[in-house]
């Protein structure tokens, strides 16, 4: 690498115990960000096809137990 302490940041990263730790650690909570973030796309996404099929009512579809998703 042409950069000195780019090189050093990698090579921690990839090559210490530690710096794999830490990636590890940031790749989990991006991981969890990410789904968390997909499944409440799809609890509105639910509520809205409820909505749609005129089957529900706003309060029943607002209050509907998603948990099974």
Known sequence: MHYSLLDARVL???ESK???DIMCKSME??????WKE???EEKEQ???????SGKYSLEDAAFADLTQM
């Not at 909570?29 to 990410?34: F, N």
């Not at 639910?46 to 749609?52: A, G, K, N, P, S």
């Open 12 to 14: 921690f990263f990839k």
């Open 29 to 34: 909570d991006l991981r969890d960000k990410s």
């Open 38 to 40: 997909g499944h409440e």
């Open 46 to 52: 639910t509520v809205l096809r409820m909505l749609e």
């Open 18 to 20: 530690e710096g794999a």
